[in-house]
């Protein structure tokens, strides 16, 4: 079946450092969504990718979506105490409305 | 953050026992979806919803079952919990008329153990 996954599982960083999670998919995606998870909450959505090699930004984060359609990162510059938390990637399933999300990428930043 | 609330937050019981969790919104959203998350597993899809009384099962269904009467109430019953179901359990919605990526609005999740 359609498999989700990402690397690494975990990432411990000194802050200020830069950090990267790499998604791919076992199929190609029509889209993919992110999403962060602080310690103790829920996720919460972060932004979607749709068109092929496509970049988008927000302040110190950058995303990307593979020109194939089957990978995905998240790349944060300069991290920060306040970056810390499970960064998930997902993508659609037979139907747009469901997900198949990867298994997450927990970033720890040290002070 | 979304209207969504679930109860209990928290629940303690015993192997055997049947549990209900209850997803509430107050947006009107048309999906609602129940997922376990597990260290290592991420978010795995149980059951989901597309409209009142029209349910389908996800990737990790067996022993669960689902119920949705009305749009704004989801509830997820463990009919004889086992210790395997020890997890905690996030409600989410979406809905097409909603933003430009049809995302996932989580609840705050319940912490379920099964002894």
């Known amino acids: 079946g359609q498999q989700v996954m990402q690397i690494p599982q975990y990432q411990h960083v000194q802050e200020g450092e830069d950090f990267t999670t790499y998604c791919n998919s076992s199929?190609?995606?029509?889209?993919i969504q992110w999403y962060k998870q602080r310690p103790g909450g829920h996720p919460v959505f972060l932004i979607q990718?749709?068109?092929?090699?496509e970049v988008k930004k927000q302040k110190r984060l950058t995303f990307q979506f593979g020109e194939a359609k089957k990978n995905s990162s998240l790349h944060i510059t300069a991290t920060q105490t306040t970056d810390v938390g499970t960064y998930f990637c997902a993508g659609p399933t037979d139907s747009s409305y469901k997900l198949i999300f990867g298994s997450g990428t927990r970033l720890l930043v040290r002070p | 953050d979304a209207g969504i609330t679930q109860s209990p937050r928290h629940k303690v019981t015993e192997t055997g026992t049947p549990v209900t969790l209850r997803c509430h919104q107050t947006e009107n959203h048309r999906y609602m979806y129940w997922y376990r998350q597990d260290p290592g597993h991420g978010l795995r899809l149980i059951h989901y919803?597309?409209?009142?009384?029209?349910?389908d099962k996800g990737e990790v269904s067996d022993g669960y079952s689902v119920s949705r009467s009305k749009t704004e109430d989801f509830l997820l019953t463990l009919e004889s919990a086992t210790s395997s179901q020890t997890s905690v359990y996030f409600c989410?919605?979406?809905?097409?008329?909603?933003?430009?990526?049809?995302?996932?609005?989580f609840g705050p999740g319940t912490r379920l153990t099964v002894l």
């Open positions: 919803s597309y409209g009142v009384k029209d349910t």
């Open positions: 990718l749709v068109k092929s090699g």
């Open positions: 989410a919605i979406s809905d097409p008329s909603v933003g430009a990526a049809n995302e996932q609005f």
């Open positions: 199929t190609t995606l029509s889209n």
